[in-house]
C-alpha cells in the first residue's frame, strides 16, 4: 500500500521547536516532490509551506522561510519539517503529500495526484 505518514506534533509552548517528519511506505521518493501544509482550526488548508524535490532544491513560503526548514533523507525515504520559533498561529494540523513529479503542474496537482497522510496536530499555547 502506497501511503506517506506524518508524525511528530506535540503541545509546545511560544518559541520552541519541532520537527515533523513524513515518512513513505511502500515506496521510494525518488522522483517525488514531498510538500508540507496545514491546517489550522476552522480553516481551509494552505498552499504549500515548504516542498522538497528529488533533485535536493528545497523552497519554502514566504510566510514560514525565515522559521521553517525543510529536508530530506533518501537513505530513511523520509521528510522533515524543521519548525523553529513556534508561535500560536501555527496551530494546526500537519499533513505532508507526495506527489510524481511528472505530474506537478500547479498547486491543484497536489489535491488532484499527491499521496497524503493523515496528519499531524501541532499545537502552539503562549
Known amino acids: 500500500q502506497v501511503r506517506v505518514e506524518e508524525s511528530g506534533g506535540n503541545l509546545v509552548q511560544s518559541g520552541d521547536s519541532l520537527r515533523l517528519s513524513c515518512a513513505a511506505r511502500?515506496?521510494?521518493?525518488?522522483?517525488?516532490?514531498v510538500g508540507w501544509f496545514r491546517q489550522a482550526p476552522g480553516k481551509r488548508r494552505e498552499g504549500v509551506l515548504c516542498k522538497s524535490g528529488s533533485d535536493g532544491s528545497t523552497s519554502c513560503s514566504d510566510s514560514v522561510k525565515d522559521r521553517f526548514t525543510i529536508s530530506r533523507d533518501d537513505a530513511e525515504n523520509t521528510v522533515y519539517l524543521q519548525m523553529n520559533g513556534l508561535e500560536v498561529e501555527d496551530t494546526a494540523v500537519y499533513y505532508c503529500?507526495?506527489?510524481?513529479?511528472?505530474?506537478?503542474?500547479?498547486?491543484?496537482?497536489?489535491?488532484?495526484?499527491?499521496?497524503w497522510g493523515q496528519g499531524t496536530q501541532v499545537t502552539v499555547f503562549s
Open positions: 503529500s507526495a506527489l510524481d513529479e511528472a505530474y506537478y503542474d500547479d498547486e491543484e496537482s497536489w489535491s488532484n495526484f499527491g499521496a
Open positions: 511502500g515506496f521510494s521518493l525518488d522522483n517525488f516532490i
